[in-house]
DNA sequence: TTGAAAGCGCTAACAA
DNA sequence: TTGTTAGCGCTTTCAA
C-alpha cells in the first residue's frame, strides 16, 4: 500500500512529528544528520504526503480553483484568448507549490459548492461578465479569496486583474481617426454600466471627444464570436453604407467581420479599415493581418497568481484592482478611407 | 465554521452514518421520512461534504487528473487542437460527479508524485507522444487508470483513444491523387515506428500503392507550429521545385505553410495545393480556406471520459483502444495542379 | 530538538 | 432501518 508518514518515521526510529518537520522544511526544528537521514528515506521509499489528510489536518489545502462559465450542462467556454490564460495560471500554481482544480460554473451555487467541497484555498474567476461576478461571490464563503480576471467590479470579495481597456479603445480609435476616418462603428456584446466592453466604448469616445469630433450613433451589438462577426459583416455596409471603419471587441470578432466583407464584395483595407482588439496569434495569420490592440497575457495571468497567493499566504488584504499596458498593433487591415 | 455531517446528524436526531447514507444516495438503508427531514436540513445549512475527508475515508477520491505536457518550468502546451478536448473532458467528468485536476508535467516523476498526492482515481495524458507515454506511466503506481489520447501506444497500463489516423492521411493522399497531384511533399514531425505521425505516414504512403504509383521520397520534417510551416513553406519551392502539393499532419502547420508560400510569390492552390489534418476553427478563417481532415474532438474527448470512469467505476479491465471515424473537408486549399 | 495525544470530516464493516 | 467502532494520513498543540 502507500508509504505514509509513519512508515518513514519508523523506519528512521524517530515520531511523524519529526518526519513532518523535514518534510515541510520546518528544518530549524530538526538536528542536520536527522534531516539528511530522513530525506534519504524519505526519497528511497518514494514517499508522497496525502494533499487530503494534510488538508483536513492543516488550515490549508494547497489547492487552487479557476472557475470558468460553462453555459448549462455544456463545454467551458474557453475563448481562445483565456486559453493562453490558463496555461500560465497553471504554471505560476505549479511553480508556487500549488495544484489546480478546473471547474465549469454553469449555475451561481456552483461556486460555493467547489470551494467547500474541496477546501480551495482561493479561486480564479475566468470569462465571467462583471455582473455574474457579483452574482456568484455573493454566496461565496468568506474565508477564500478570489480573484477575477478582466474584472472592473467594485465588490470588495474579489480583487481584479485586466488590461487597460480603456486606453486600449482610445488608442484603436486615435489610429483610425489619425488615418482620416470619422464614421466609424464600435462593434461589439452589449454592455452595461461596468465591464470591459464598457471601459472600451468609453475609451472609443474619449478619442473622438479629445479630437474636437462628434461620434455619431454607430453602436453595433454582436457576440463575441466568428459567426456572429461574420453575419454583421455581411449587413454592414448596408446598413451604415457611410463607414470607412469598424472597431471591434474582440479580434476573433473582427476576423469574422472581415469575412463578411470580403463575402459581399468589400475589401479591407481598402473599403472599409477594420480593428481588433485581443492580438490572438490567429491573427496574424488571416488575410489581410489584422490590426488590433495588444494584450499581456501572460503577465496577465502572472499577475492573478501572485495577487492570489500574496492574499492567501500572507494574508493581506485583498489588493487594489491591477491594470496592464496595452498597446497598438499596426498590421494591414486599417488604412487611409479613400 | 463549516458545517459538517455531525451538525446535520445532531440536528435532525439520527446518527451520522445515516447522514453519510442520505447524502450519498444510498436511501434503500434509509426511511423515506427520515430521507425527507434530512434532505431539508442539509438544504437549510448548505451542508458541502468535505472531499478531502471523503478521500481520505473511502477508497475513491472522484478526482481525476488532466496531465499536459509542460516544457520544463514552461507554461502548458496546449494546441488549438486539444483545447477543446480540455472543455469537453472537464464537462464530461462534472456530468459523472467528479473533479479535474489539471496538471503540468515535465518531469517523468511528476506523474506519479500527481497521481499520489491527490489519491486520484485516474488521469488522462493529453498531447503525449507515445514514446513518453511509456516512460511516463513505467513508475505510475498500479491502482490508477490511465487514459491516453492520441495513442498507439500498446502499453498495458494505458487504454488509448484516437482518430483513425490512418485513413485520414489515406484520404488526404487521395484525394490529392484524384485531382491529378503526383509530386506531394509530406510535412510533418519526425516520427517513430509507433504513434499518429507514424500512422499518418503509412496511410499516406498506402494510397501510393493502391494507386499502383510509387511515392518517391518526399519527407519533410517540421515542428506542429505555424512559425515552422511558414519557415518550410518559404523554402518549400526552392528545395522541392517539382512538387505541386504538400499534406501537412497538422492545420497549424498547414498555415503556416500556406504563408510562406505566399510570402515567397506563389499562390494556394494554383501553384501548389496545401492539406491539413484536424480541422481547426481557425482553418476555415484563413485565405484560402484550407481542405483539410476533420475529427470528431467532442467525442473523443467524451468517449475518453467514459471509457476512464468504465475502468474506474466498473473496475472492467482497461478496454481495447478506440479508434474514431474521420472524413475530408474539402475548401479551397487544393485543386487540381496546372 | 523531539515526542504524545487529539482530532480534522468522513466511511467501511459490523452490530443491534 | 439505524447506530457504533475504528480508522484514513496528517498537523496542531502542548509537554518533555
Redesign the pocket.
Known amino acids: 500500500?502507500?508509504?505514509?508518514?509513519?512508515?518513514?518515521?519508523d523506519e528512521?526510529?524517530?515520531?511523524?512529528?519529526?518526519?513532518?518537520?523535514v518534510?515541510?522544511g520546518k528544518r530549524?526544528?530538526?538536528?542536520?544528520?536527522?534531516?539528511e537521514r530522513i530525506q534519504r528515506i524519505v526519497a528511497e521509499r518514494g514517499?508522497?504526503?496525502?494533499?487530503?489528510?494534510?488538508?483536513?489536518?492543516?488550515?490549508?489545502s494547497r489547492l487552487i480553483g479557476l472557475l470558468v462559465p460553462a453555459a448549462d450542462e455544456d463545454s467551458l467556454m474557453i475563448s481562445p484568448h483565456n486559453v493562453a490564460i490558463v496555461g500560465q495560471i497553471e504554471r505560476e500554481l505549479r511553480k508556487g507549490g500549488y495544484h489546480l482544480l478546473l471547474r465549469g460554473i454553469a449555475a451561481p451555487a456552483e461556486v460555493a459548492e467547489a470551494l467547500q467541497s474541496w477546501?480551495l484555498d482561493g479561486a480564479v474567476l475566468l470569462g465571467f461578465l462583471d455582473e455574474e461576478i457579483d452574482r456568484l461571490t455573493a454566496r461565496a464563503v468568506g474565508k477564500v479569496s478570489l480573484l477575477a480576471i478582466d474584472s472592473y467590479s467594485a465588490n470588495p470579495l474579489t480583487t481584479g486583474v485586466r488590461s487597460d481597456d480603456y486606453t486600449g479603445a482610445l488608442l484603436a480609435a486615435r489610429h483610425l481617426l489619425e488615418l482620416g476616418h470619422r464614421e466609424i462603428v464600435f462593434a461589439g456584446p452589449s454592455f452595461s454600466d461596468v465591464g470591459v466592453v464598457h471601459e472600451r466604448f468609453a475609451g472609443f469616445q474619449a478619442a473622438f471627444a479629445e479630437a474636437g469630433l462628434s461620434w455619431r450613433e454607430r453602436l453595433v451589438s454582436a457576440n463575441t464570436t466568428h459567426a456572429s462577426g461574420r453575419e454583421l459583416g455581411r449587413r454592414l455596409m448596408s446598413s451604415h453604407p457611410s463607414a470607412t471603419a469598424v472597431f471591434a471587441t474582440a479580434d476573433i470578432l473582427a476576423i469574422g467581420i472581415m469575412e463578411g466583407l470580403a463575402e459581399t464584395g468589400f475589401s479591407v483595407p481598402s473599403d472599409v479599415s477594420v480593428l481588433g482588439f485581443d492580438d490572438l496569434d490567429l491573427s496574424a495569420y488571416v488575410t489581410p493581418k489584422l490590426t488590433t490592440i495588444a494584450q499581456d497575457i501572460p503577465r496577465k495571468a502572472a499577475i492573478a497568481v501572485q495577487l492570489l497567493l500574496g492574499t492567501i499566504e500572507g494574508k493581506e488584504h485583498p489588493v487594489d484592482p491591477i491594470t496592464l499596458e496595452v498597446r497598438l498593433i499596426e498590421r494591414a487591415s486599417t488604412a487611409a478611407p479613400r
Chains 1, 2 share one sequence.
Open positions: 500500500m502507500r508509504v505514509t508518514l509513519k512508515d518513514i518515521a528512521a526510529g524517530v515520531s511523524m512529528m519529526t518526519v513532518s518537520n518534510v515541510n530549524a526544528r530538526v538536528s542536520p544528520e536527522t534531516i514517499y508522497v504526503p496525502s494533499a487530503s489528510a494534510r488538508s483536513l489536518a492543516a488550515k490549508s477546501s
